[in-house]
């Protein structure tokens, strides 16, 4: 083999000193209070969605709720986002304590919730027989003919 052939490009180009290391990615330690930071700023901003709409239920206060609906969903979709994140980062003792309390306060909106459907459905059972009563003379009702 003669000089040149079979040398790498860099020997042949001067370049062959060590190159500087280049900067290493983020050890996962180092990364992981900025992505568990970001998923608890992500929860802060889902539960005070759900606080808002459970304290308008609860007081019987105007609220949008497709606007609230539509500010869970957007949150939810965030936060399962940022939930990846920080898993891959590992288990992090924050990160569960900060679901449990938001378990409990979804749990409170959910009761809420169904209180308000419940009634709901009863307003809605009472106007449809009422409506149902009002449109009939009794002749084709169930127990006509019966007596």
Request: hydrophobic letters at 45%; charged letters at 25%; zero cysteines.
């Amino acid at each position: 083999m003669t000089k040149g052939q079979g040398q790498a490009l860099g020997s042949i180009f001067g370049t062959t000193r060590r190159r500087a290391a280049s900067p290493a990615a983020p050890a996962p330690e180092a990364a992981t209070p900025a992505v568990v930071m970001a998923f608890i700023a992500v929860v802060d901003r889902v539960e005070g969605v759900v606080e808002a709409e459970t304290e308008a239920l609860t007081r019987n206060l105007p609220a949008d709720m497709t606007e609230l609906g539509n500010r869970k969903r957007q949150g939810l979709l965030e936060m399962s986002r940022a939930l990846k994140a920080a898993a891959a980062a590992g288990p992090r003792a924050e990160i569960r304590d900060r679901l449990a309390r938001f378990a409990g306060r979804l749990e409170r909106n959910r009761a809420v919730l169904g209180t308000q459907l419940f009634a709901v459905r009863e307003i809605a059972e009472i106007i449809a027989q009422t409506l149902q009563d009002a449109d009939s003379d009794g002749t084709y009702s169930a127990t006509a003919g019966r007596s």
